[in-house]
């Protein structure tokens, strides 16, 4: 099974923006909605200053907070690494917009669904390229298999000495003007994600059972000592 | 003859009562569906997204339909129940230890208590800090968009442990109304307004002698006038 990712050149991007308009285009989205969109960042204080480009989108993380906490299932890791969200499924709770590290994911308030970056797994499925890759001019991105050491992605990141978005599937090659701090940071599980799903879940439903245990105890012994007659 | 009864709530204390206890099922077992996978996934997406309707819809008078209730029906009574709910003596907190045997329908003899007992008062005040908890957490996520991301992504996690605490508390409150052999003639206090004599005079021995001495000071009036 293929570990599919992208590469994104900083050093060729110019910011156009097509990657933006073609992923709308194939996905069919609503003007708000935007699956990969592009930073412009100024470093200096004039006269010297100094411009880079930064674009963003889902990063396809190993370990996705947005899957961990959806109610219905709705968002899913594939096992070929692409995480997914079925909006016949999805109930629009926006849980995993808040869950989201990397600000990822859009509301679609007419469908009342969450979407995101599927880094287009239907056309990748018949071998096409994602509609980001496909338009852009500069050449850019490189999407492929981080498996296949001889695919043009794991080339690209050997020879380009791409910098991994750690927990991710996600690599760049930072702008020459730019570190890489202006590049999304490694992956790390929102505290507040984690105190939800490790301690408040399962801590809660302890308690709540918990108590029916109690409920149960007290109605048995009750009704051994009393017949349960009132007292 | 007929045993006697004594009132323990009016009307409008009822209907308070009732305001909250309803929404609150309501929105603990729609609620719920997004915390248990399984009941979940037995709802199905289109169940989900109906109870996330009724969630939202009861939200309203979950917030303010008690709060106006007791305020505008019965505020002297409302303020009684808060300023007893506030005021801890000795026996309460040993009624409060000696509780868990009473629960479970062991032997035990339980310090005198007034109108409120102490199980009562700590349900009541954590009724109230749980409801506030509730709805400001929960508005909050409902008007997400005007909150910051940091404030909304605290929010869920509080109001879920709200929710399940209080789901905890709750399973234990409808035991004791209508469960438990001691202290179930209560529910009656609920529905009609009215408990027996005997169990004013058993469970809350202090407010049962204010309520007869009130009674007499009244008749000794009508004597005199
Ligand atoms: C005592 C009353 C309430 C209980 C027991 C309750 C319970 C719950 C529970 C268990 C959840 C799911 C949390 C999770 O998935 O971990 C939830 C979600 C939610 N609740 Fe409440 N809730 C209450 C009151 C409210 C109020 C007053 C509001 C609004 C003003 C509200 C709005 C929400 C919202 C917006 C969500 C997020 C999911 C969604 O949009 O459907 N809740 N509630």
Request: charged share 20%; hydrophobic share 35%; proline share 6%.
């Given at each position: 099974m293929a570990k599919y990712g992208m590469?994104?050149?900083?050093?060729?991007?110019?910011?156009?923006?097509?990657?933006?308009?073609?992923?709308q285009a194939r996905w069919d989205l609503l003007p708000q909605v935007q699956f990969t969109k592009v930073h412009r960042y100024e470093v200096g204080t004039f006269p010297r200053v100094k411009g880079g480009v930064v674009t963003t989108q889902c990063m396809h993380c190993d370990e996705p907070p947005c899957a961990r906490v959806c109610p219905t299932g709705a968002t899913q890791k594939r096992a070929d690494d692409i995480v997914v969200v079925d909006e016949q499924k999805c109930i629009g709770c926006r849980y995993c917009q808040?869950?989201?590290?990397?600000?990822?994911?859009?509301?679609?308030?007419?469908?009342?669904?969450?979407?995101?970056?599927?880094?287009?797994y239907d056309f990748v499925e018949k071998g096409q390229q994602p509609a980001c890759v496909e338009t852009c001019m500069a050449a850019a991105r490189i999407f492929g298999d981080l498996d296949d050491k001889g695919s043009e992605l794991s080339r690209a990141i050997a020879s380009r000495k791409a910098v991994q978005i750690k927990g991710t599937s996600i690599y760049y090659v930072p702008p020459r003007n730019l570190d890489a701090s202006f590049l999304p940071a490694d992956f790390r599980e929102p505290g507040a994600v984690r105190i939800w799903q490790d301690i408040v879940h399962p801590g809660g439903k302890t308690v709540m059972g918990l108590a029916a245990g109690a409920v149960i105890a007290g109605l048995v012994i009750n009704n051994i000592k009393g017949g349960g007659k009132n007292a | 003859?007929?045993?006697?009864?004594?009132?323990?709530?009016?009307?409008?204390?009822?209907?308070g009562h009732w305001s909250h206890g309803i929404t609150f099922v309501f929105l603990l077992l729609t609620g719920l569906a997004l915390v248990f996978r399984g009941y979940a996934g037995l709802l199905g997406p289109g169940g989900l997204r109906l109870f996330r309707s009724i969630h939202h819809a009861m939200a309203y008078p979950f917030t303010f339909l008690t709060v106006i209730i007791l305020i505008l029906g019965t505020p002297r009574t409302a303020w009684q129940w808060l300023r007893e709910c506030l005021t801890w003596g000795r026996d309460d907190f040993r009624f409060i230890a000696a509780f868990p045997r009473e629960f479970f329908g062991l032997k035990v003899q339980l310090p005198e208590q007034g109108k409120f007992n102490a199980g009562e008062k700590l349900n009541s005040l954590l009724t109230i800090a749980g409801s506030i908890l509730m709805a400001a957490t929960g508005w909050i996520l409902l008007l997400r968009d005007s909150f910051s991301p940091a404030v909304v992504a605290w929010a869920l996690p509080l109001h879920s442990a709200g929710a399940l605490l209080m789901g905890g508390v709750l399973l234990g409150h409808v035991?004791?109304?209508?469960?438990?052999?001691?202290?179930?003639?209560?529910?009656?206090?609920?529905?009609s307004g009215k408990v027996s004599a005997r169990f004013a005079r058993e469970h809350h021995g202090r407010w049962y002698r204010q309520l007869k001495a009130g009674e007499k000071v009244v008749k000794e009036q009508q004597k005199i006038a």
């Open positions: 590469l994104i050149d900083l050093t060729r991007c110019i910011g156009c923006h097509g990657c933006t308009v073609a992923c808040q869950a989201c590290p990397y600000d990822a994911r859009s509301f679609n308030p007419q469908g009342n669904i969450v979407q995101k970056c599927y880094f287009c | 003859m007929p045993e006697e009864r004594v009132e323990r709530f009016n009307l409008f204390e009822r209907l035991y004791l109304a209508l469960g438990h052999p001691g202290s179930r003639e209560s529910i009656n206090g609920m529905l």
